[in-house]
């Protein structure tokens, strides 16, 4: 596939030439240049946005089990990075891909990877991140403003206060999640008397020592599954994660959080609740919790309550938004990702805490770097190295602009409906949630099946033969498994075809609750999709669906009939 | 500072064309090329390591507490990320920057950055990383073989099978180290009959099922403070990370360590021992444990063996160095980080398991990514999203090859041999430990004391005088704490003077046992850094070090009579 590589030989001469710090970037410019109509070729292409490869292929190709031996010329790695890794590449940036959260980015992100990789600031200290720490904490204060909007004179005084940490900038929104129940676990067991708190003495200890049998976080269905992993992580225990249903609206269901929480407060339950975490933003359906009455069952039983707003945080940037995060700057501590609303590259997230208190539960130190007297943010990070991953958001906030993020969303809401409406016209579709952020859930159902259903559904409440509402609903349950069916064979059919991409996941919160309802997600967010795109989208989908429902027909004709 | 900015309007156009897929790269290649000189002007520039600006000064600069309300054009905020930005950032790959681990890169890890941040695959879910899933594992099993060197038919079978992972990419040595005592954790406490494993049922439901006390991590006290910090995280307690002292070559101390677990596993301690942390490269010293002893005592006792190869794992890739690892291959993981001595920026972190079961055990899944029966890679991983980071060390272990990082570290192993010669020679000061890999801890310390010192301490062992003996040994405790403090005033004396830079630590592990000594630290791996580069960093740090001593000298008169 890729002409023999030219044999290289090492000398330190031709290594050191390769260490940064040229006498002329020359040699630079022409591979950048290079590169950059390689990656310019890889977005142009037409073909499919996974590539037609397939996994055995791929497996094929990266099948070398021990470091190579020989070394190779740039220009040879970089035209097998081309031939192997680009163009066997998901074209996340393809406005017909429109499944995750992964989307295009703007093209001064790639200049800013340039910056961040050639200056190779190490967050963790100040003496190998100098101005770079300063950016991260005026970053952070910024996004602190616009999460809790404390006073001016608190900015002021914390900005740039090295004693204190306002948040973290994290590896991404699963570290934040941890970080922020890390906190809370601290909170809910701190030292008390000779008990140096959970971090020194360990939960077994703790639990111990406050008399209590179990602690518990809480969190809606819609949870992201980093809280469970992040309760296992430090030790909770996953089962002690409980899952508080939603409403049809994909939001918790309050009077249901209510109720659990009397239950686990009872004296003998002797159950602490570490944590309450509501979302702004669910993972599949875009959805916000009632964060203000979230945030008053918190206050009325002292748990900690955590927002996880990695997807819809950066929305809070354009005012018409800020409705839907009401009670969100009563939050004790918040997750966003700068590689989703703001568009940043793969991955950065933060977590915001209210109190510039909180992190101080988790500050470490050691002899030879993190000292204890320092300035160096890695006092209060679970990560140690980090990169100044940071600018990017530092930038694109001034470069794009509250006003311009504006734009983005206006544009993506306005796609959303869109997308609503082409999939109501055609008739085979169904949608399954209200959209607030975004996201659309969807499914392929023929008309006259939806029509059906529609007819059963309504029909359901009038009925008073208790025979008949059992057959109806059996009936209901039976086809929407049948359907469920067709839209796995329609996601993995789409999949093959390729030309378009949305992603798939199941949800209980439909109406059809509690049955599962196999559903299509599209994530809107790509400034490049186009109403046209949608419709290429969804005939897409209608053709591939009408001829896959040629199969499960005969199915559905006995369904009917039984 | 800066011409005031051009004023943007923003609108969905202007938004647009800053998305990558331009129909040219000509405007990006003005910038990328704009850029480039930016950068070499920074590397070209001479002046301090650190800018002579001070804190305070750069508070003033990142003062802003509120997201900016209008949008800037791209190069009013390259403009304004150069002078506030680059200008006052650390020249960490600057030959004079001896201080850290984080060095000079070859200029293609700027390339690679660039691709990565082009394709914006999310390594978590192969719906978002094609190909490059397929990147990560045969990284993932050069590395594997090269630590443990199992069957080639192991590696054949593993390499690209989703079935299992061999090892996961973490963002850093901290999440690496984390994730090898998180898979421990749940070794020491599996599943038994219903009770369904500590990582669903909590640390403490886990110590009460399996009947222990307290659950413990051994480490000596060059450990890493990222072990310290994953046993808080984890819910295991700081105070259970054991601290085993080191013999005077910075290696635990491995008949102290049989002594400590012999107690340790009496009945009545019922103590769980979770994990033996042995380390390839102590973050201080650079010395490596003796792994094989190490692993040894693990497979009698039943505890997990971890190596925290964070920063000598690398040195692997040579033959010379394997010897130094002895007994690696034993073990059950090993951290690697790629921004060390695999040269790439920051971060990316590597942990490997010895067994493909291991990861098994905290394997994750949810509805809408990481499906149970899915290929992604994210099932295993503590974070969520991830970059496509693992192209840097995959990519440069072709460029630069095996013979490269030979030339490198021996190299790097020469300017650590010629700093001890120079310091050696110069008289005024002393090296205090015998270098594995390429670090070097010494002090200050003008010729006549040192003299004095060694002299007491060649009397010491002949006197049978026991008040004399008790004299010497307090006049040399004394002494040493009077240089203690003209090391610490040394090390901000440099600080300011900032023409070169080496970092500073407390030992208790030098010939002066067991008291702190506080040293300097270099850290020799930059290439470009030359013989003549050290001679002018001990010639400023002689020159200053008489200046201060001046101030210290008559404190030392007094104790010579004292």
Redesign the interface.
């Known amino acids: 596939m890729n002409p023999p590589a030219v044999k ?1 030989k ?3 001469a031709y ?2 030439k ?5 006498d002329s ?1 020359d ?3 022409e ?3 290079e ?3 390689m ?2 070729d ?3 292409e037409k073909g499919g946005i ?2 037609s ?1 397939t ?1 055995p292929e ?2 094929r ?14 220009k040879d ?2 035209a ?2 081309r031939s ?7 074209k ?2 393809s406005p017909y891909y429109i ?2 959260m ?1 989307s ?8 800013l ?11 963790v200290k ?7 720490s ?2 991260e ?2 970053l952070v ?3 602190h ?2 999460v809790f909007g404390r006073t ?1 004179a608190f ?2 005084r914390h ?2 206060n ?1 004693k204190v940490a306002l948040g973290n900038v994290t ?5 934040a999640n ?1 970080t922020a129940l ?1 906190v809370a ?1 601290e909170k809910a067991f701190p030292p008390d008397g000779i008990f ?1 708190g ?8 703790a ?1 111990r020592h406050y008399g209590y ?1 179990r ?1 518990v976080i809480l969190v809606s269905t819609r949870g ?3 809280i ?2 992040a309760a ?9 994660v409980l899952n508080i249903p939603v409403d049809a609206n994909n939001r918790m269901d309050v009077r249901k959080l209510r109720l659990r929480v009397r239950r686990l407060c009872r004296p003998e339950e002797k159950t602490r609740i570490i944590a309450i975490v509501g979302i702004a933003g669910t ?2 359906t875009g959805n916000v919790d009632e964060l203000h009455k979230l945030g008053e069952i918190c206050r009325e039983t002292g748990a900690h309550f955590h927002v996880d707003a990695c997807w819809g945080g950066a929305a809070m ?1 354009v005012d018409e938004y800020r409705p839907l995060f009401k009670g969100i700057e009563r939050a004790d501590s918040v997750a966003v ?1 700068a ?1 989703k609303l703001l568009y940043c ?3 950065m997230g933060l977590v915001l805490f209210r109190s510039e208190k909180d992190l101080q539960l ?1 500050r ?7 000292r204890r007297n320092s ?1 160096d943010t890695g006092r209060f990070t ?7 991953a940071c ?1 990017k958001p530092w ?1 694109s ?8 993020y ?3 969303f206006r ?1 993506a809401r306005k796609l959303t409906g869109n997308l609503k409406d082409i999939l109501d016209n055609c008739g085979n579709f169904e949608t399954l949630n209200v959209p607030e952020l975004f996201i659309l859930t969807y499914r392929f159902i023929p008309e006259r099946v939806r029509e059906q259903l529609a007819a059963w559904g309504e029909a359901l409440p009038d009925t008073d033969d208790k025979t008949s509402v059992k057959d109806m609903d059996r009936k209901i349950r039976k086809i929407n498994r049948l359907i469920n069916g067709l839209n796995v064979k329609l996601h993995k059919a789409l999949r093959r075809d390729d030309t378009t ?1 949305v ?4 949800l209980e919160s439909t109406r059809y609750a509690p049955q599962n309802i196999v559903v299509l ?1 599209a994530v809107l967010v ?3 999709t186009s109403m046209q795109t949608l419709k290429e989208i969804v005939s897409t989908q209608n053709r591939i669906g009408l001829q896959l429902w040629r199969d499960f027909e005969p199915a559905y004709e006995r369904m009917l009939k039984g």
Chains 1, 2 share one sequence.
């Open positions: 290289v090492s000398t330190l290594l050191r390769l260490f940064i710090m040229p970037p040699k630079f410019i591979f950048g240049h590169l950059l109509e990656i310019h890889f977005f142009q996974h590539s490869i996994l791929l497996s190709i990266f099948e070398q089990t021990a470091v190579p031996d020989e070394p190779v010329l740039i790695v970089l097998e990075i192997k890794i680009i163009d066997h590449s998901v996340v940036g499944g995750h992964t295009a980015i703007p093209y001064f992100m790639i200049l990877e340039m910056i961040i990789a050639a200056l190779n600031q190490n967050q100040i003496e190998t991140a100098k101005a770079s300063f950016v904490r005026e204060s910024w996004l403003r616009l001016d900015y002021k900005v740039q090295p590896s991404d929104g699963s570290l941890l890390l676990r140096p959970l971090r020194m003495a360990g939960v077994e200890a639990m049998g602690a992201h599954y980093s469970k992993k296992g992580v430090l030790g909770m225990g996953e089962e002690n993972t599949e940037l990702d590689h590259p793969m991955t988790i470490h130190s050691s002899q030879y770097v993190i300035v679970i990560e140690g190295s980090r990169p100044f600018l930038a906030l001034k470069i794009i602009g509250k006003e311009g504006g734009l983005l544009q991409f992603s798939r996941t199941t997600r790509n400034p490049l």
